[in-house]
């Protein structure tokens, strides 16, 4: 009999040590159930939708961390679809600047959902979004989260031209805010 795994997420125990719960199931069983999910909607695909959106200001801020700006977006997002955050059955996160997305968890409440973190290079954020709406159609949640958070190097530091301020008098310029065009 073929088996799926599932990884329960990390939780504490009494004693404060991080405890990782294994569970098996087996494969036919989902099918069955994946099957009867869409029997019941008449065998037609699932529809997926955005509801709510969030977005932490562009910028370089010193006194926020990528996860802070991260759980702000999440907060908006939650509050423009108009749900809880206990409400989130599951999460995708990615981020090329910080190495554990998925730590947002600790600003916005743990919960015990799946929270997985990806990166697939300059197609992180599509691959989030997809895995998002994917998880939906297979049936399995009914509302979860996208997320993408990242905190890049002041402009003094940044090694590349994509990160540095555009040089004054160039159209780029007089769209960056007064800190990173200083120079």
Not at 15 to 28: H, I, K, L, Q, W
Not at 78 to 104: C, H, K, M, T
Not at 124 to 153: C, F, N, Y
Request: hydrophobic share 45%; aromatic share 6%; proline share 5%.
């Amino acid at each position: 009999m073929d088996m799926e795994l599932v990884l329960v997420p990390f939780r504490t125990d009494d004693d404060g040590n991080e405890v990782v719960t294994f569970a098996f199931r087996p494969v036919a069983e989902l099918a069955r159930a994946a099957r009867e999910r869409r029997a019941a909607r008449g065998g037609q695909q699932m529809d997926v939708a955005i509801v709510g959106v969030g977005l932490h200001p562009f910028g370089r801020f010193a006194d926020r961390t990528g996860i802070d700006m991260g759980a702000i977006a999440i907060r908006r997002a939650l509050a423009d679809a108009g749900v809880a955050w206990r409400d989130i059955q599951f999460a995708f996160a990615g981020s090329y600047e910080i190495d554990n997305p998925d730590a947002v968890v600790a600003l916005l409440g743990l919960t015990g959902i799946p929270f997985t973190n990806v990166y697939n290079g300059c197609a992180t954020a599509a691959s989030v979004l997809a895995l998002a709406a994917d998880t939906i159609r297979l049936g399995e949640h009914d509302l979860g989260l996208a997320v993408g958070m990242d905190k890049h190097l002041p402009a003094r530091s940044a090694p590349t031209r994509a990160c540095t301020p555009a040089p004054r008098g160039t159209a780029s310029s007089a769209t960056s805010s007064p800190r990173s065009s200083s120079g």
